[in-house]
């Protein structure tokens, strides 16, 4: 059973940097893609990033490009989600996601972890 779990949200001021750590769990992910996924309050679920779990072939939401990085940390066995030069309208729920490369719409969702950025 596929399990991601959510880490590293928390309150960070305006400018500030996080970096949100997902563990992904229960089969094997290399050739699964990976996304970051957030909802604010009030708006519908947005990508953030995404990525191939065994590399590669990152892709962004222009609303996050040049801050954000996602990543593996191969030692963690995680993906990572590094976000700089924090803004208010960061403040959201960001949600872990994966998907076999063969289907468009991810089938497997973390908890989520809560982000506030205070201004």
């Known amino acids: 059973q596929v399990q991601l779990v959510e880490s590293g949200g928390g309150l960070v001021q305006a400018g500030g940097s996080r970096t949100l750590s997902c563990a992904a769990s229960?089969?094997?992910?290399?050739?699964?893609?990976m996304g970051w996924f957030r909802q604010a309050p009030g708006k519908e679920r947005e990508f953030v990033a995404s990525?191939?779990?065994?590399?590669?072939?990152?892709t962004y939401a222009d609303s996050v490009n040049g801050r954000f990085t996602i990543s593996r940390d191969y030692a963690k066995n995680t993906v990572d989600l590094q976000m700089t030069s924090l803004k208010p309208e960061d403040t959201a729920v960001y949600y872990c996601?994966?998907?076999?490369?063969?289907?468009?719409?991810?089938?497997?969702w973390g908890q989520g972890t809560q982000v506030t950025v205070s201004s």
């Open positions: 990525m191939m779990w065994s590399g590669g072939s990152t």
């Open positions: 996601a994966c998907r076999s490369p063969w289907v468009s719409k991810y089938g497997y």
């Open positions: 229960g089969r094997t992910f290399s050739n699964y893609v």
